[in-house]
């Protein structure tokens, strides 16, 4: 199973709401990433975990929030959003270490805020 | 750091025409190297990798690419375009001491019939 899965597929906030998006794989990857992509860019790197620990963060603000409950799940809160971080977020995984250092991603989730 | 460049914003080929997607990057030392495909409205699927085993690397879905240490270059081809191949195509560099990808620009890929 080489599957990672986002929810919800689609999401509207408004400004002063708190959401969160889910991301699950069972692949047993030990890191996990949040990625944010606006229409017709590449993915910009958000956060990595690496065995359930915080290992990158490239300065993002702080009405994102990630989490990593486990080794197969991670969580992105969000709150108090502004109409700019509309975008597709996508999580992805991979080994930590060896030749298979892919990462897989999942189908993203689509936000919109209002 | 790592970087890659991708030549060619737009592509349009012809049905059963090659396709030729650039891709050179930026590195002192040989990187691991990434191909992904994104259709409309979902996310990356990875369709080859260059992880210094051999140089020419076989994909799915038909494609290929040649790893140039002399060119600094990792190009993807597929002999004979489907209309399905329409999407979106980025080249991505990874340094082999932290989980970091460098992505290009993205290059669009459309399929005349």
């Known amino acids: 199973d080489t599957e990672v899965t986002q929810t919800p597929k689609h999401l509207v906030m408004g400004m002063t709401n708190k959401k969160s998006l889910k991301c699950e794989q069972h692949m047993g990857h030990r890191a996990m990433y949040w990625y944010k992509q606006k229409a017709k860019k590449p993915p910009e790197l958000m956060f990595v975990?690496?065995?359930?620990?915080?290992?990158i963060n490239e300065s993002v603000p702080s009405r994102f929030s990630p989490e990593c409950p486990n080794s197969s799940l991670l969580n992105l809160h969000l709150h108090a959003l502004q109409p700019e971080d509309s975008a597709l977020y996508l999580c992805?995984?991979?080994?930590?270490?060896?030749?298979?250092?892919?990462?897989?991603f999942g189908p993203g989730t689509r936000l919109t805020v209002t | 750091a790592q970087s890659v460049t991708q030549l060619g914003s737009h592509v349009s080929v012809s049905e059963g025409a090659l396709v030729l997607l650039r891709c050179n990057y930026s590195s002192s030392v040989p990187p691991y190297l990434f191909w992904y495909v994104q259709y409309p409205n979902q996310g990356l699927q990875l369709l080859l990798k260059?992880?210094?085993?051999?140089?020419l690397v076989k994909g799915i879905n038909g494609f290929e690419a040649e790893f140039k240490k002399s060119e600094t270059s990792f190009h993807l081809t597929k002999p004979s375009a489907h209309m399905s191949d329409a999407a979106e195509y980025f080249c991505a560099v990874s340094d082999r001491s932290d989980y970091k990808l460098s992505f290009g620009a993205g290059t669009t890929v459309t399929v005349r019939a």
């Open positions: 992805a995984s991979s080994q930590v270490r060896g030749l298979t250092y892919e990462q897989y």
């Open positions: 975990y690496s065995y359930e620990k915080l290992s």
């Open positions: 260059y992880t210094s085993a051999a140089t």
